[in-house]
């Protein structure tokens, strides 16, 4: 059984910057390609970034590349969103997943664990 902690987020003005941490419960996470999304009210949980699992390698969702970056330490078990030139259209609840399986890295329901969610808002 897989556990994740989040930790960051908060109240940032516009153009600001977070950094989100996910701490996993194993000792590794190499198997794991691990993704972040994020949730608003009334909405489905949408895609934000990837990386994954062997090559490191990632993927972001347009509204989010070129300010947003992902990055993992399978030593310390951690994996980071740092999100840069911060938007009020950012403002959501954002968790981070684990997949264990081969799978699309886009849809929510093919991930097998989730963090807690931590409130991120960026005012106008």
């Known amino acids: 059984q897989v556990s994740l902690a989040q930790s960051g987020g908060g109240l940032v003005q516009t153009g600001g910057s977070l950094r989100l941490s996910c701490a996993a419960s194993?000792?590794?996470?190499?198997?794991?390609?691990m993704g972040w999304f994020r949730q608003t009210p009334g909405k489905e949980r949408e895609f934000v970034a990837v990386i994954k699992r062997e090559t490191g390698t990632t993927y972001y969702s347009n509204s989010v590349k070129g300010r947003f970056t992902v990055s993992r330490d399978n030593a310390k078990n951690t994996v980071w969103l740092q999100m840069n030139s911060l938007k009020p259209e950012d403002t959501a609840v954002y968790y981070c997943a684990a997949q264990s399986t081969i799978g699309n890295y886009y849809l929510a329901s093919q991930y097998d664990y989730w963090g807690q969610g931590t409130q991120v808002t960026v005012a106008s």
């Open positions: 194993e000792r590794t996470m190499n198997g794991y390609a």
